[in-house]
């Protein structure tokens, strides 16, 4: 199974201010038809996951520009340019290249400081 | 817009059985895979099942298999978990999630918790 490995954990982060979050991967996720399936969800409190970021870099409808997805191959970033309070909660990484299974990263808890 | 909700979700002895339902709208839930993901009470989230548009490719978890059936009713727009033999550690909140666009789980339903206790 692929294993998605995410730093930092926990994130406290001043309002107004960036923030990133890394994802590796223990293999390419280039798939065989060419597309990276690797998505970025959020799960704020109390709520069910929603996906932010798909193929990478793609933006879900309804998410703010403020969230960007790169990355390739095994390294993949989230960054948010200017934290807003409601961004609070925890993100995961997914990938849907070498599936089944789906696999998650850990998650990381981002905190208003 | 895709709607996804869960239900049948409660307290279940160690070894008893459970069946989840998802009720699907706004999308054409006969043309569609469909996943259920799990996350244990303060835990990450765990991949669990797979099936088919037409329920004839399922795939499994190894933690699960054998034990949980993923099934659908696409006359009734409905996504089941049909859970058997439970283990304290399936204790979890149950996602039901959908595979849309082509480009792996996307929407997801707000969940049912199911806790294994004796």
């Known amino acids: 199974d692929v294993v998605m490995t995410q730093s930092p954990l926990s994130l406290p982060v001043t309002l107004g201010q960036p923030a990133s979050i890394s994802c590796r991967s223990s293999?390419?996720?280039?798939?065989?038809?060419?597309?990276?399936?690797l998505n970025w969800l959020q799960q704020r409190p109390g709520q069910s996951p929603r996906r932010l970021i798909y193929?990478?870099?793609n933006r879900d409808s309804g998410v703010p520009e403020r969230f960007t997805g790169s990355g390739s191959g095994t390294d993949f970033t989230l960054k948010i340019s200017r934290v807003e309070a409601e961004d609070v909660g925890i993100y995961y990484c997914?990938?849907?290249?070498?599936?089944?299974?789906?696999?998650f990263g850990q998650g990381t808890k981002l905190e208003i400081k | 817009q895709v709607q996804l909700v869960e239900s049948g979700g409660g307290v279940v002895q160690p070894g008893g059985s459970l069946r989840l339902s998802c009720a699907a709208s706004?999308?054409?839930?006969?043309?569609?895979?469909m996943h259920w993901v799990r996350q244990a009470p303060g835990e990450g989230l765990e991949w669990v099942a797979f099936?088919?548009?037409?329920?004839?490719?399922?795939y499994y978890a190894d933690s699960v298999k054998g034990r949980f059936t993923i099934s659908r009713d696409n006359s009734k727009n409905t996504l089941y978990l049909q859970m058997n033999s439970l283990r304290p550690e399936d204790t979890a909140v149950y996602y039901c999630?959908?595979?849309?666009?082509?480009?792996?789980?996307?929407?997801w339903g707000q969940g049912t918790l199911v806790t294994v206790s004796s």
């Open positions: 999630a959908s595979d849309i666009y082509a480009s792996g789980i996307d929407y």
């Open positions: 706004g999308f054409t839930f006969s043309n569609h895979g």
């Open positions: 099936t088919r548009y037409d329920g004839s490719i399922r």
């Open positions: 293999q390419s996720l280039v798939h065989s038809d060419g597309n990276t399936y």
């Open positions: 193929n990478v870099s």
């Open positions: 997914m990938q849907g290249t070498h599936w089944p299974p789906y696999t």
